[in-house]
Structure formats: structure tokens, C-alpha cells
């Protein structure tokens, strides 16, 4: 089974430097190919280096060394053929819902009416009718999430990056959240990759699942193809097992 | 072997036991029923409501004060009833004092306050921006502004007037240096309050420099500057007075002061009077203005 390759890592490393004297490797030789349209899920602990990682292929960080290519040419900075969906949600709190969802046309200048036209259809998408004209702080964390989902699928991005967005839910609305996402990636297909540091959503998610070393530098420790059928269930057998399979797999250093 | 997958789950019985003495008593207790308030609650709720405790607070003070100064407690007639100040402002609107009627001399005050508080501004806001955006300006500026910050303003009246005069220079001078501290401090804090992420989210979205600017920073340092304007506008209103009480011949201050000269308490407690009054409409002028200017703010209660 061929993929086409949309975004790879080649060697990258990073690593930040404090007081100028003080070096903390973040990242160590860091290889990965992200096919186009999958679900890629980065597993790891807190302190691992995942959300680094995200950052990187986001723009909002260079490679130390290394290099991140995007279509097969280097990314040199963000763009909006990225969108990115922040675990603070990192609303516009001055924008309302539509403000918020119709900001990245509006950045490419996309006119008045066209831009309407896109954020009512994400606003549907996420199924945010009626709270046009709400503020982000009149929101739940919830839905706050869902206009930061629509706001990043608004300026049709070709690689979705979310890192840990449903991090500050609670967990019945994280679960609803991740069926609401799986919805919407099926409803519009687009490549995603998904930081986490939850196995039970990595497994949910996940076409492959991409798991990191607990410790920094992070390394990637292993890549898993999820073998599981969607509509996938938390309570299955296979799903359990590949729970602790992952589970023993990082045990290590989780 | 079970065959039903449905779950039962048997609660236990209710225990039908004949109650004891004690317990049909309280059985026959009325139950409190949640949409009917009992006497105390339903007088709670009409204390609560049309803000009668509120009335009922400066109604007692008004009372307080009137029989204060009917029965001359602090001697002399030095207090005059709340009705009488009444009069007095009703008579200061219709007759003139060196030729200005009280709504004049508020007038003169408001004047000054609005011109010395738009130059101070108009000077500590970029000022404060550009410290907080530049190292050099913040290193220079920093050092002589927290010198002058702790100084009252009013502090500067002698020389204000030695340097201006009597006239409008000097209390305009007055009022720009009380408006500019806390103006400055409020815009320099002002982009440090920015969500650093919120430049992150923008440049994800495909902003390019000048858009990250006008979208984030701009939005961003919104509600500390209208803050400072706040904050200054009503240190502003107690400079002007504090200006005309030392000297003028036109303003709420002076009028307080002519009071005084002239042995005419029921002046100068007209001048508080209409001193309070002025300030709060200006207070709540500002918080209408901000809520159409910040709608997005969270309402906060003082």
C-alpha cells in the first residue's frame, strides 16, 4: 500500500538555549513521514518534546538541525497552508465566534461576502449555530474548542496541527470533543496531526500513532498502525489490548 | 444460565413502618414549599428589589445629617440641613457669582480637566507604548519617571504658578501631570498583557507583520489604555480642585473657596455637592463608553 507522503522530518533536532551558557535538548533526531489525509497521533509524556515537535512543522520554531518539509519543500515559517488549534484555545477575545472563525480569510483579504459564506459553513460544521455573535468568554471550554476546530479548518488548511486541544476539558466533553473530531476530519478530509499525551484518545483517533520518549531529548520510540475499525469503541477487547500494548510499550518511561 | 442482558437493579423496599410519636409530629409539620417564600423571604426580596435598601441607606444618612445640623451637635450653624443645600444649589443656578451661575463655574472646571487630560494622554500613551516597545526608551525614560511618579501632583501647584500665573496655564499644568502618571503606567503595562499565544494563533492564520500588529496588539492593549483613561480622568477632577482651591477666579474649587471666605458653609457644601455629582456622571459616562468600546470585557464589579 503506497501513501503519498505530505510532510516529513528528516534528522530534526532541536535545542533550546537558556542564559546562553545553559543548552536543553529538546528533540533528537527526529525522522517521520506524514501521509497525506492520515490521522497521526504524537504520543508522549509531558516534557517530551511532542508539542516542540508540532511547533516546528507549525513555523512558530526552527530546527536546530534537520529539516521539516512540507509538499517537499522546506518550511521556513508559519503559513496558512497550516493551521494550527491551540490547547489554550488562543481565541481572539475581542472577535465573536464568526470574527473569530472568519480571521484567517480575512488575513488573505478574502472579501466580505466570500468570507461570510466560509464561516457559516464551518460554523455549521461544528455545529456552533446561534452563537454567531457570542464572545469567546461566553463560551464553554467545549465549544470554545470548536471555534478554534472551525477557525483552523477555515483557511482550508492542507495540514491541521492540534496540540492537545481538549487537554483542559472535562472528560465527558473531551470524549464528545474526539467524536466531534473524527466527525469532522471524515466530513472534510485533511491531514492532522494530533499531539496528545492520552493513550485512550491516542488509540481512538489515531490511524497511526507515533510514540515518544518520556525523557528529554525526545526521541520517537516507536510508530504503530492502528489496526482497529472505526467507529471505534473504548470498551473492546482488541481496543483494551492495544491499550496495554502501548501501555507496556512506554511503560518504561511513562 | 442468564440469557437477559438487561440489568436489573432492585432498590429495597419502602419501609412502611408506623411512625412513633415524635415522627408524625414532624410529619405534619406544612412542607416548605420552594415557589411560595415565606414571610421572611418575601420580605428579603421586596428589601432587594428597586433598590429600596439603597433609598432607605442615604434616607437614613439625609435624616442623620438634617437632625445634626437642626440641633447644632457640632456647634454653630456651620452645617446647614440637606434641604437648604438644595436651595442653595437651585439659587446658585440663578444668580451669579463673579459672573458665573454654578453651572458655569462646573463648566469652567470641566473645561480645564478635559484639556489637561487630553494633553496628558495624548502624551502618555504613545510615550508608554514606545517604552514598553523599545529598550532604549524604556531605559532612558524608566529612571525619571519613577522619580516624578510618587510626587502628589498637586504638589506642583506653588510652582505652577509661579511658572504660569494665576490663569488657566497653571491648572491645565496641574491637571496634565495628574493624568500623565497613571496613563503612562497603564500603556507601558498595556502590551505586556497582550496573550503572547494570541501573535502565535495570528501567524498560524497567515498574518503578516502589520496584520499581527493591527489585530493583536492593537485589540490587545485596549482595555489597560482605557483603564489608565479612566483612572486618570478621575484623578484629573481632583487635581482641577485641588488647583482652583489655591487659585482662581471661576471653577467648582474656587466657588468652595469664595464659600469659605465669605463665612457661607451652605457654598461650599453646595460645591462638594455638585463636585460628586459631576464625577459620578463622569464615572459612568466612561463605563458606557467602555462597554462600546471593549464589548468584549468581562463586566467588572467594584
Redesign the interface.
Known sequence: MSHTIKCTCRSVCKTFVQKETHFVPVLKDITLDVRENEFLVLLGPGQSGKSTLLRII?G?ELPSSGEVTLNGKPIQ????D???V?Q?Y??????TVRGNIE??PR??GVPKEERRRIGKKYIELVGLNGFEAA???QLSGGMKQRVGLA?AYA?SPEVLLLDEPFGQLDAQTRYLMEQEVLRIWETDKRTVIFVTNNVDEAIYLGERIVTLEGKLPGKIQTIIENPLARPREHNTKSFLELRKKIISLTRLTL | METDSTIVVELPPVQENTPTFLESLVVELPPVQENTPTFLESLKIILMRFHFLSFLSIALVLTFWHFISVYKIFGGTFLPTPWAIVQEIWRLMHQELIGKNILEHTWASLHRVFIGWAIGCAIAIPLGIFMALNDFARAIVKPVFDIFKPMPPISWISLAILWFGLGEESKVFIIVIGSFVPCLINSFNSLRLV?P??Y?????????RR?EIM??AF?GI?PATFAGLQISLSLAWSCVLAAELVGGRSGIGFLIILGMNQYKPAIIVAGMVVIALTAWLITFGMEHIEKLV???R?DIKV
Do not use: I, Y
Not at chain 2, 200 to 208: F, H, Q, S
Open positions: 507549525a512558530l515559517g508559519p503559513g496558512p497550516r493551521s494550527m491551540f489554550t488562543s481565541l481572539f477575545p475581542w472577535r480571521m484567517g488575513f488573505k464572545f469567546p468568554h477557525r483557511n | 496573550d499565544a494570541l502565535d494563533a495570528a501567524r498560524m492564520l497567515g498574518a503578516n496584520q489585530e493583536v485589540f485596549l471593549c464589548p468584549w468581562r
